[in-house]
């Protein structure tokens, strides 16, 4: 878990602050209200209007829920730099595209729900981690994907290179350094810290994310192509 830093601490105590995560760091009021703010609508209008219709079925149901847990336990499984730096694998952008954006917001928030309470974190960050580690991975994720679609032609490698592999580590990076930077301006990490010394880590992470999502992507367009929303075979296999 991330130290916390006590008033009164000296400059160097803010070391302990320098991490991705968010949901241990000490953040003013203002910032975990304005967290609360954002999320709270965003989700419930993306749960109210997502089409939750594909998930009638045993298949989809199962996949989505098993990939819900399956994130839990990523996210469990932390590690650190020294001690006071901790990072782990998100996850968010293959939910993103398997599941959807929208229903991967819901499940992402089922994540962020489940870690804060088995890891005793403060209910207040919850939002923030949400954002940062769950909603801006994913809208990277889906995003890229809608552009290297519209700038190359229909091809099942560049579905699962450019969108799975690459599209994932981007997502990671985007994630990860947003985290960064709440710790920066939010927790009072010094910038030549949490920029200079960690954040190089979280981009060789990122190649780790983008590679595990474009395996499990690539698994999972091949044998069950109807449990990937983004995956149409007319369009990657066809042409069409």
Do not use: K, Q
Not at 75 to 96: I, N, T
Not at 138 to 163: I, K, S
Not at 177 to 192: D, N, Q, R
Request: some cysteine.
């Amino acid at each position: 878990m991330v130290a916390r830093r006590e008033p009164g601490a000296c400059p160097d105590g803010a070391a302990a602050n320098a991490s991705m995560d968010v949901a241990d760091l000490p953040l003013p009021f203002a910032w975990t209200l304005a967290g609360w703010i954002v999320a709270a609508p965003l989700l419930a209008w993306v749960a109210v209007r997502s089409d939750w219709s594909r998930f009638r079925e045993s298949g989809p149901t199962n996949a989505f829920l098993g990939a819900v847990f399956a994130l839990a336990v990523l996210w469990s499984m932390r590690g650190s730099v020294g001690g006071d730096f901790a990072f782990h694998l998100l996850g968010s952008a293959g939910l993103a595209l398997a599941a959807g954006l929208p229903r991967a917001l819901v499940g992402g928030a089922l994540v962020v729900a489940a870690t804060t309470l088995i890891r005793d974190a403060p209910l207040a960050n919850a939002a923030l981690v949400w954002l940062t580690l769950v909603a801006l991975p994913a809208a990277v994720a889906r995003v890229f994907l809608a552009t290297m679609e519209r700038v190359f032609p229909p091809n099942f490698f560049v579905y699962v290179f450019a969108g799975c592999f690459l599209g994932a580590a981007l997502a990671f990076a985007a994630g990860a350094l947003a985290g960064v930077a709440i710790s920066v301006l939010g927790a009072g990490t010094p910038s030549e810290l949490a920029f200079g010394e960690r954040a190089p880590f979280l981009i060789y992470l990122a190649f780790g994310e983008g590679t595990l999502t474009g395996m499990i992507l690539t698994l999972l367009v091949v044998y069950r192509p109807e449990w990937v929303a983004t995956f149409d075979d007319r369009r990657y296999l066809t042409g069409r």
